[in-house]
């Protein structure tokens, strides 16, 4: 009977321990098992975001902004379109003129390009 019971209140505890995780702790370990597939199991979130373990949330909080900037791809793509659809010089000596010419964009090829380089 006190088996039975013992074990029953070891079920309760751990049942309270793993309902006591949150949605955005889920989330934390979900990322830190994509950085350990991606960077591997020595890689840190300090090393990932290229900051010192000892640095403030403002810095911390730089790092992340420019990190999510280089990886999310709207962003990514949206600056290779940019970048990519400036008119091209008709002479050779000529430099790029500035503004976006809209008849004609970057290929799906090329975007597809950058996407990876920068998923890399």
């Known amino acids: 009977m006190r088996a039975i019971v013992v074990r029953l209140l070891v079920l309760c505890a751990l049942t309270s321990l793993s309902l006591a995780w949150t949605k955005e702790d889920h989330e934390i370990f979900r990322l830190k098992d994509e950085v350990d597939a991606a960077e591997g199991s020595e890689i840190t979130f300090y090393d990932f975001l290229g900051v010192q373990s000892s640095a403030t949330l403002d810095d911390i909080s730089r790092a992340f902004r420019k990190k999510s900037l280089t990886l999310h791809?709207?962003?990514?793509?949206h600056n290779f379109v940019a970048s990519k659809s400036t008119p091209k010089p008709k002479k050779s000596g000529e430099k790029r003129?500035?503004?976006?010419?809209?008849?004609?964009?970057p290929s799906q090829r090329e975007i597809n390009n950058a996407l990876k380089e920068a998923n890399e």
């Open 97 to 105: 003129k500035p503004g976006v010419h809209v008849s004609k964009g």
């Open 73 to 77: 791809p709207d962003k990514v793509k």
